[in-house]
Each structure stands twice: as C-alpha cells, then as structure tokens.
C-alpha cells in the first residue's frame, strides 16, 4: 500500500515540475508520515530549490541535477532504506 521510498523522492522532485495528482499528493504525503528519511531528503529538495531559485527561474528549470549528485542521493537512499534497526 505504503510507495516506497525511490518512488517518494522520485514524486517530491517531480513536484517542483509538475502538479502532482491527486492520489500521488495522498501517496508521497502518507509516505513522509511514516518515513523520517523521506522527510528529511524533501527538506534538503526545497534547500537547493530555495538556493537555486536565487539564480533565477530559469537557470533552476534549465540546470538538471548532475549525474554525481543523483547517484549520491540515490546512494543515501539504500542506506535508508537497509534496516539497521527493528523497531
Ligand atoms: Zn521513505
């Protein structure tokens, strides 16, 4: 039921581009409430969307994440997702 975790990060960038359906906002929402990393990735999002925008509109929607910075994230997404503690 639950998206997991590469599609909420995949949806919290895609807002910035795009309206998100309805049942996709429910989803990507109902996965922050239960996923503490996911919150914290978005808050990093909106971090580089705020220091991007300094630069202009453009430049933010003309200037896609490099690959080095996906694979980094991408990365810190299956530290996250790797159970390293049951609780
Ligand atoms: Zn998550």
Same mark, same amino acid.
């Given at each position: 039921?639950?998206?997991? @975790? ?5 949806? &919290? !960038? ?9 049942? #996709?906002?429910?989803?990507?929402? &109902?996965?922050?409430?239960? @996923?503490? +990393?996911? /919150?914290?990735? /978005? ?14 509109? #453009?430049? !933010?929607?003309?200037?896609?994440? $490099? $690959?080095? &910075?996906? &694979?980094?994230? *991408? *990365?810190?997404? *299956? #530290?996250? #997702?790797? +159970?390293?503690?049951? $609780?």
């Amino acid at each position: 039921m639950m998206m997991n @975790c590469e599609k909420a990060s995949t949806l &919290a !960038s895609a807002a910035f581009d795009r309206k998100l359906s309805l049942a #996709e906002r429910i989803g990507v929402w &109902a996965h922050w409430l239960m @996923c503490a +990393p996911c /919150r914290a990735y /978005r808050k990093q999002l909106l971090t580089i969307r705020r220091h991007m925008g300094r630069l202009g509109d #453009e430049a !933010s929607t003309a200037a896609p994440m $490099d $690959d080095s &910075a996906k &694979a980094r994230i *991408r *990365r810190r997404l *299956r #530290e996250f #997702e790797s +159970p390293s503690s049951n $609780d």
